[in-house]
C-alpha cells in the first residue's frame, strides 16, 4: 500500500473506533503509532515520541488550558452563576420569555470567566430550571434555551476549545479570543431573539415573571460586580497586550480564588474539589493532544492532508464552495460527535486546504475567521441529536421533560446559528474587525 492508502485506510479505521464509543485520545493514538510505524518504522517512532511528548506538554501556550478550567471551577464555587442569573432576571424577566432570556445572559456572563460549554450548562441549570419551572415555562423553551446557552461557554473567550485551536494551527491566542469577540454577542443577541419569536407565537410557553423595582435592578448588577471585575481585568489586559494569555489566566484563576473563599465562602474541601475536577478534564485534554499530535504525524507522512489540499485546490471550485462543504461535513459531524473531537479530527485536514485558497485575507486573517467559523459550526454539535452533551445535562437536571421536547425545543436555536454562520461567511470583517483595531 502507498503512504497516501494507508492514510486513508487509518483515517476510516479512526472513524470506526470513534463510532464503537473508544475514546478519542485512545483511538487517535493507537491509529497514530500503527500508522507510524507501518510507513516510517518502529525507531521513528520513538525518536519522534522521546522529542514531541516533551515538547508538547511544555509548551507554554498550554498552560492557559489549566489555569482556564481552574478559574471556572472556583466562580462556579463563588456563586456566581446565581448573580448572574439574579441580575439579568431583574431586568429582563418581567417580559413574556424574560426568564429564558435571562438565562441565555447568564449563560453569557458564566461563560466569559469558565471556557466551557459544559460547565456553563451545567451550572446555570442548576441555578435556572428552578425558577423557570416556578413560572410555568413550558418544558421545551426552559431545557433548549439553557442547553442553547450553554454552548456560548465554547466561543465567548475565554474558550478552551479556542485555545486547542490556536495550538493546532500555530495561531495567536489573543488575536483569536478578540475575533470572538464580536461572534460571542451576536450569538447571545440571536438566541435572546429566538425566545422572543417563540414567545411571541405562543405565549403560553414563557409567561412574564415578576417586575423588579429599580432599586431591584441596580442592586442585582452590585452583585455581579466581581465577573466585570474579572472579566475586564483579564480579557481586557490580553485585549490590550498587557498579559500574555497564560498571565491572564493566572491573574483570573488568582482573583475568582479570592472571590470563591470572601464572597462564596469556599473552604478546603471546595478548593480540593476545585483542583481534582481541573486534574481531571486537564488530563482528558493533554491525553488527546497527545494523540492528535502522533495521528497528525502519522497523517504528515501519509501526504493525506497535501493531497487533499492539492486536490481541493486544483478542484475547479471556489474557495467559499469548498468551505460551505466543510460547513456541511461539520453540520453531520456534530450528529455523532463531540466538539473537540471534531476539532481534533478535522482542523489537521482542513487547515491546510482552506490555507491554499484566496479568501481576499492574509494567512493570519484566514486562521481566524475559519477558527471562529469552525467554532460556531462545532458547537452547533452540542444541541443536535443524538449526541447533544449539552441537552443531555440539562434534561438530567428536568427529569420530567422529554428528551424529544428539548431536542424539538433546540431545533428554532439551531437555526439562529445556521444564519449567524452565513452572516460571518459573507461577512468575515465582523470577525476581523476587533482584531485589527487593537492591532
Not at 460571542?184 to 435572546?192: E, F, P, Q
Not at 474557495?319 to 460527535?337: D, N, Q, R, S
Request: charged share 10%.
Amino acid at each position: 500500500m502507498s503512504g497516501l492508502e494507508i492514510g486513508f485506510t487509518g483515517f476510516g479505521v479512526l472513524l470506526l473506533l470513534l463510532a464503537l464509543r473508544i475514546p478519542i485520545g485512545v483511538a487517535m493514538l493507537g491509529v497514530g503509532i500503527v500508522g507510524y510505524i507501518t510507513i516510517a518504522g518502529e525507531a521513528a517512532l520513538f525518536s519522534y515520541l522521546k522529542t514531541e511528548t516533551y515538547w508538547r506538554f511544555t509548551t507554554e501556550s498550554l498552560s492557559v488550558v489549566p489555569l482556564f478550567l481552574l478559574m471556572g471551577q472556583f466562580a462556579a464555587k463563588a456563586g456566581l452563576s446565581q448573580a448572574l442569573f439574579s441580575a439579568a432576571n431583574t431586568w429582563l424577566g418581567h417580559h413574556r420569555g424574560g426568564i429564558a432570556m435571562a438565562a441565555v445572559g447568564g449563560c453569557a456572563g458564566f461563560g466569559a470567566i469558565s471556557g466551557s460549554s459544559l460547565a456553563t450548562s451545567a451550572t446555570m441549570g442548576q441555578v435556572a430550571l428552578p425558577e423557570l419551572k416556578r413560572f410555568n415555562y413550558s418544558g421545551s423553551l426552559a431545557t433548549s434555551s439553557l442547553a442553547a446557552g450553554g454552548t456560548l461557554g465554547i466561543l465567548i473567550p475565554p474558550s478552551v476549545v479556542l485555545i486547542i485551536y490556536a495550538v493546532m494551527v500555530e495561531a495567536n491566542v489573543a488575536t483569536l479570543f478578540q475575533a470572538a469577540f464580536i461572534p460571542g454577542i451576536l450569538a447571545a443577541l440571536g438566541y435572546i431573539l429566538v425566545i422572543a419569536i417563540v414567545v411571541r407565537i405562543n405565549p403560553a410557553a414563557g409567561p412574564a415573571g415578576e417586575r423588579a423595582t429599580r432599586a431591584q435592578k441596580w442592586a442585582a448588577l452590585l452583585e455581579i460586580w466581581p465577573v466585570l471585575v474579572i472579566f475586564l481585568l483579564v480579557m481586557g489586559g490580553i485585549y490590550l497586550g498587557i498579559f500574555t494569555p497564560s498571565e491572564g489566566a493566572g491573574v483570573g484563576a488568582f482573583g475568582t480564588f479570592l472571590i470563591a473563599v470572601t464572597k462564596g465562602g469556599m473552604r478546603l474541601e471546595g478548593f480540593i474539589e476545585a483542583l481534582l475536577g481541573t486534574a481531571q478534564t486537564t488530563a482528558m485534554i493533554f491525553l488527546i493532544l497527545l494523540g492528535a499530535a502522533i495521528f497528525n504525524a502519522f497523517l504528515g507522512f501519509s501526504q493525506l492532508p497535501i493531497s487533499a489540499a492539492d486536490f481541493f485546490g486544483n478542484s475547479g471550485l471556489t474557495p467559499i464552495t469548498i468551505l460551505l462543504g466543510m460547513i456541511a461535513l461539520y453540520i453531520v459531524l456534530g450528529f455523532v460527535m463531540d466538539s473537540l473531537s471534531m476539532i481534533f479530527l478535522t482542523v489537521p485536514i482542513f487547515w491546510p486546504i482552506i490555507a491554499g485558497l484566496d479568501f481576499g485575507m492574509t494567512p493570519d486573517e484566514a486562521k481566524l475567521w475559519f477558527g471562529i467559523i469552525s467554532l460556531i459550526v462545532v458547537e452547533m454539535g452540542l444541541i443536535t441529536p443524538p449526541v447533544g452533551l449539552n441537552v443531555f445535562i440539562i434534561n438530567s437536571m428536568a427529569k420530567d421533560v422529554p428528551m424529544i421536547e428539548t431536542f424539538k425545543g433546540v431545533i428554532p436555536f439551531f437555526a439562529s446559528d445556521i444564519v449567524r454562520v452565513a452572516i460571518l461567511v459573507l461577512f468575515p470583517a465582523i470577525t476581523l474587525i476587533v482584531p485589527q483595531l487593537l492591532a
